[in-house]
Structures are given as C-alpha cells and as structure tokens.
C-alpha cells in the first residue's frame, strides 16, 4: 500500500515508477491508494500485479485474484493489459514505461508457453489476431490465449475455422475487433481467468 504512494511521489520528481505486488492485494487493499494517489491525481505509476488469476493454488481464496480487472478498469486513467507469453510482457513493458498514462499490466506466477515468434509488434488498444477464422471467435487474455489457440486447433480439425483475438489490452478495449467479430462470425466467446 505505501508502495503505491511514493510511487506517486517519484512520478511528481518525472520518474518512471513502476510497483510490483501479488495481483490479490494490489486489486484490494492497496485499491484506495491506486485509486487515489494514483488515478485520481493522474500519475503515471504502473502497476504490476503478479501471480494473478488462480496462481498461488493452495493458498486459497484469500489468495485469489479474479476481479483484479473489474477494480483495475473502473479507475480512470489507468491502462489495464493482461500479456500472453514473456515476449509481450517484455513489449508491453516497453509500451506503458513509454506511455504518459497510468497501467495496471497483470501477469502469472509459472511460466507460460510462447504464443509469439518474438518479431511480432503490439499497439496498446489493438487486439492482435493471432488466427484467422470465419466460424467462429475465441477472445482470450493473458494466460489463458494459448488454450484458445490449442482449442482453435482441435476445432480446425473439425471443420470449424475459428478466429483468435488477442485482447491483451483490457482497456482501452479494442471495440472495432469485437464488433468485426460479431459481423464477420457466428458468433464469440470470451476465455479469460477472472469473473466479471
């Protein structure tokens, strides 16, 4: 929680800060800080939430963090992205260190298999697709963008060509791919590890 306060006070100085913390906690109790040293005064702190989703296993609910979005989203002025593989947690580093705005970036705790080549380029507010498809749409985020694409697979075997959208930037959400999904597919779902 106090992490959050003089990361405002090394934004106010033109530092770069970022804070890093399990995603459970960042998302409860250090929401009022993120929300008001941060959001409300405008500061561009990012924030890293790590061992997000149902990471930490054994350690139980209190341990949990599948609403970090829903918290995180309702700020303003604070970027929230979910990355899919080391690559674009690295790339997604690069873009919110560089960006004037506040970032919530929420990553795991295991390691993850590479969904990217390590060539590819991202724009925050931009889905990347990662297939294409005319059946079907599987909008995933964060760790849960390679099973999308391992299910992808098993319906191509099927005859089912299944689009894939990357939605690593959770907002600003990419409103254009999902409205060119719905017009160009029969229909979406949405594979995220989180509740609202």
Not at 162 to 174: A, G, N, S
Request: net charge negative.
């Amino acid at each position: 929680q106090n992490e959050i306060g003089v990361a405002a006070g090394l934004a106010i100085m033109g530092k770069i800060p970022f804070v890093c913390a399990p995603a459970a906690f960042l998302s409860a109790r250090a929401a009022e800080q993120i929300k008001l040293d941060v959001s409300y005064s405008e500061k561009p702190v990012k924030v890293v939430g790590v061992s997000a989703g149902l990471a930490y296993g054994t350690a139980g609910m209190s341990h949990y963090s599948i609403n970090d979005f829903a918290v995180m989203r309702s700020f303003f002025g604070l970027d929230v992205f979910a990355p899919s593989d080391a690559y674009q947690s690295a790339c997604l580093t690069e873009l919110i260190a560089a960006s004037p705005t506040a970032a919530y970036m929420r990553i795991g705790r295991s390691p993850v298999p590479n969904v990217y080549k390590g060539d590819e380029s991202f724009e925050i507010g931009k889905a990347y697709k990662l297939r294409a498809g005319d059946d079907i749409t599987l909008i995933a985020c964060g760790r849960m963008v390679y099973p999308a694409i391992k299910a992808a697979e098993r319906l191509e075997q099927a005859g089912i060509h299944t689009r894939v959208l990357d939605m690593f930037t959770i907002k600003p959400l990419d409103e254009e791919a999902i409205i060119a999904a719905a017009r160009e597919t029969k229909g979406i779902i949405t594979i995220e590890e989180h509740v609202q």
